[in-house]
């Protein structure tokens, strides 16, 4: 798609590699027609003034003001797109009982497309608001439903990976939900990836269709076996769950005899473009084979809190340099926010590297290594997430696609406090990371596209009547 070009001068943050942080203090970002970042000049470069005043000139200059900071989009490696309207309840369960009881009467009442289309519609709004401007989507099993979600994505300018949900194995899924065989199943995966092929045809898609076997446990073998020879002859991207609890850890190993990593891999799902979710409980050799195929994992530390029974081994996965990002995990996670997500992912390191037992001595309490800080905690929600997706965004420099976000430290509602004179780059970078929300984010672009940021908090209009309420069951 062709866009105006645009320059943008300001501050930005990034963090290009794991725990560096790079400020780029009044620079210039040129922004090509075709979406992806042309330029970065520092204020020193001899042509910064000319080019910042001819952009100026021509209506073609945003600059940033005092307390404004661009950072580079958020990126949610792990969400289920139908599970928003159950977001923030229905969390007083373990996984299996969730699922059966909650998420899959919810998830079926995708089949009515107009109720999909209004939900998917809020859901984009929201996570664009909240400066997710790349998601990984679990849809439902209902294609056509799937088909809208990616449409959607791409009328809202919102870059998304979208996956028709594969759930067929009568004895885990309801009569009410559930793929009507195996071979319909993949067949309906086909026409899907076709499909959202189809709906954007350009040469850097905004949207893609992601291969989606919901977890071993909802699948059969002949569905799953089916699933990996597409994504070997369509090269796509594959996700599901790994090793997520106990319970789903222990279903696989007894019923395919091997852990999940090594199931999946037998069934051709572990490629270079599968992100599993969660994988709490891999252990070495499943991290060395999940490292051989060059696929990644979404961290999702808030869903983790309530139904993973352990914590993901996050320093040690980072240590040997595998590909994680962060996942919101709505609506297993309770919140939208990727700020908030490099929140979780940092508290729940700390408590897994002091431990929690206080009647054991200090040295045996806790796991080895660093706690993540707050650099590496931004770098997962971003370039992490993008290295992981092998999507040329996350960070700034020439050749990435333009996904960033305005930050507004001085927006109204702000948490964040910026004492003059006191605190550095440093110091407001991670006030930034500890105390974004919503309010801050006062502008996205995704591909240089300026998203319509709705029904923010601040936004009088967005404020309508309140429908009657739910019957309590
Ligand atoms: N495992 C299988 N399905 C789901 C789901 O919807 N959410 C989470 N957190 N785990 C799952
Ligand atoms: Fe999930």
Sequence with gaps: MKREPFLLAGTAFHTPERGRLEVLDGHLFEIGADGRIAGILAPEDPQFETKK??????????QLDEGQFLLPGLI???IHAPQWPQMGKALDVPLEVWLQKYTFPL????????????????????????????????????????????????????????????????????????????????????????????????????VQPVITPRFIPSCTDEALKGLGDLARRYGCHVQTHCSESDWAKEFVETRCGRSDASSLDGFGLLTRHTILAHSNFIDGQDMDL?????????HCPLSNFYFANAVFPLRTALERQMHVGLGTDVSGGYSPSLFDGCRHAMSASRTQQSGVHAHLPPQERGARGEPINHQEAFWLATAGGAEALDLPTGSF????????????????????????????????????????????????????????????????????ALPPLGRAS
């Excluded at 999940?290 to 979404?298: L, M, P, T, V």
């Excluded at 006191?422 to 006062?442: G, H, M, W």
Aim: charged fraction near 25%; hydrophobic fraction near 40%; proline fraction near 4%.
């Design 76 to 78: 949610d490696l792990h």
């Design 53 to 62: 005043q001819l952009a100026s000139g021509s209506g073609r200059l945003v």
């Design 397 to 464: 420099r020439p050749g990435h696609e333009f996904d960033a976000l305005l930050l507004d430290t001085r927006a109204a509602a702000s948490n964040i406090g910026i004492r003059q004179g006191e605190d550095t780059a440093e110091d407001i970078f991670q006030k930034i990371v500890l105390n974004a929300t919503r309010a801050n984010v006062a502008s996205v672009w995704v591909s240089g596209r300026k998203s319509e940021l709705r029904g923010r908090p601040t936004d009088p209009a967005s404020a309508t």
């Design 107 to 206: 998830e079926a009442k995708f089949a009515d497309l107009d109720f999909a289309c209004e939900v998917y519609s809020e859901l984009v709004d929201g996570l664009l608001a909240n400066g997710t401007t790349t998601a990984l989507y679990f849809a439902t099993v209902h294609a056509p439903a799937s088909l809208a979600l990616a449409r959607i994505c791409l009328q809202k300018g919102q870059r998304a990976l979208v996956g028709k949900v594969v759930m067929d194995d009568p004895e885990q899924c309801p009569d009410f939900y559930r793929d009507r065989d195996a071979a319909s199943a993949v067949e309906e995966t086909r026409s899907f990836i076709e499909a959202v092929r189809e709906l954007d045809r350009s040469e850097r898609p905004l």
């Design 290 to 298: 999940i490292q051989a195929r060059g696929a990644g994992i979404a």
